[in-house]
Nanobody, 125 residues
Framework: VQLQASGGGLVQAGGSLRLSCAGSGRTFSGYTLAWFRQATGKEREFVAALKWANSNPFYADSVKGRFTISRDNAKSTLYLQMNSLQPEDTAEYYC???????????????????WGQGTQVTVSS
């Protein structure tokens, strides 16, 4: 599956952005989808994930209550609604997919074989 992320940009602290990730090549049926981010000089970190078989989303503590992950399987598109953005949210955001993943590995980047190119989110103070 090929993934294409979009929707990043420059926003002031407290603002909102919605990221999209369009899939092609295969449908999203059966895939666990997730967002990760990587700030300059830091390791890639988990943001949120949504399994195919379980509608309950998983979030990093740092974004819980501010970010919402959702998916439209018919459109093969993954979304990340980001509200109350803070400067520490500044990073390159990546969407990713895995056909087979266990819950305990959802937050591990190496568990995902398919990655889109990143989209930059910059939050000014």
């Amino acid at each position: 599956v090929q993934l294409q992320a979009s929707g990043g940009g420059l926003v002031q602290a407290g603002g909102s952005l919605r990221l999209s990730c369009a899939g092609s090549g295969r449908t999203f049926s059966g895939y666990t989808l997730a967002w990760f981010r990587q700030a300059t000089g830091k390791e890639r970190e988990f943001v949120a994930a949504l399994k195919w078989a379980n509608s309950n989303p998983f979030y990093a503590d740092s974004v819980k209550g501010r970010f919402t992950i959702s998916r439209d399987n018919a459109k093969s598109t993954l979304y990340l609604q980001m509200n109350s953005l803070q400067p520490e949210d500044t990073a390159e955001y990546y969407c990713t997919a895995s056909r087979s993943i266990i819950t305990s590995n959802l937050r591990v980047p190496s568990s995902y074989p398919y990655w889109g190119q990143g989209t930059q989110v910059t939050v000014s103070s």
